[in-house]
């Protein structure tokens, strides 16, 4: 989380909403943990119609610029490319668990690495910075063991998810919890 989003979210009346989402991860954690084999289909089903969600989403922000700044674009090519993997994905089950290890790869190195670049701008800003240390060192690790084992067995990727799932949760509950107001 960059120190933007903390100026945001400290200005909010909104901080507890990353408290629910934290409690909402941690049973979807253990669910993943205790339904491997359903949670690895449900896993690979949800990423096409996430991608099919995020491509809309695309589109709408690309079309709703007031003045067309540089850039919107992208949004729009980014939308129309989104969309049609996700229908590839939503389409064809075995080809979406194929790709799925891949896919954590990336989201999970991309976090880490912004992750580890926001802790050390946030030291002398945010109390619990080393959270998001912890997190971006943990995070890169699972992306590389994505990255190097893609076809390893579906438990494994199951497991590893819920783990940062649950992992994910708590952190979002103490950052939460570190943004409450506090009376003067």
């Known amino acids: ?18 408290i629910v ?20 289909e449900i896993l690979s089903m949800l990423l096409g119609w996430l991608l ?16 067309k700044i540089r ?15 996700g229908f590839i994905l939503v389409g064809n089950l075995s080809f979406s668990e194929t790709v799925l290890p891949f896919f954590f790869a990336f989201i ?20 619990y910075w080393w959270v998001y240390l912890i997190n971006g060192l943990l995070l890169s690790i699972l992306g590389f063991l994505f990255f190097s084992l893609p076809f390893m067995a579906t438990y494994s990727i199951v497991f590893l998810c819920a783990a940062a799932f649950i992992y994910w949760g708590v952190s979002l509950l103490l950052f939460g919890y570190s943004l409450r107001p506090v009376k003067k």
């Open 71 to 85: 850039g919107w674009g992208w949004w729009l090519a980014g939308g129309i490319i989104d969309i049609l993997i």
């Open 52 to 67: 099919i969600l995020f491509g809309v989403v695309q589109l709408i922000v690309s079309g709703n610029v007031k003045q």
């Open 21 to 40: 989402v934290g409690l909402l991860m941690i049973p979807c954690g253990f669910w993943l943990w205790s339904q491997p084999m359903l949670g690895y």
């Open 108 to 127: 999970f190195l991309y976090k880490g690495i912004s992750n580890l670049f926001s802790a050390f701008s946030m030291i002398s800003v945010y109390k």
């Open 1 to 18: 989380m960059d120190i933007e989003t903390i100026y945001f979210w400290g200005k909010t009346k909104y901080w507890w909403t990353l």
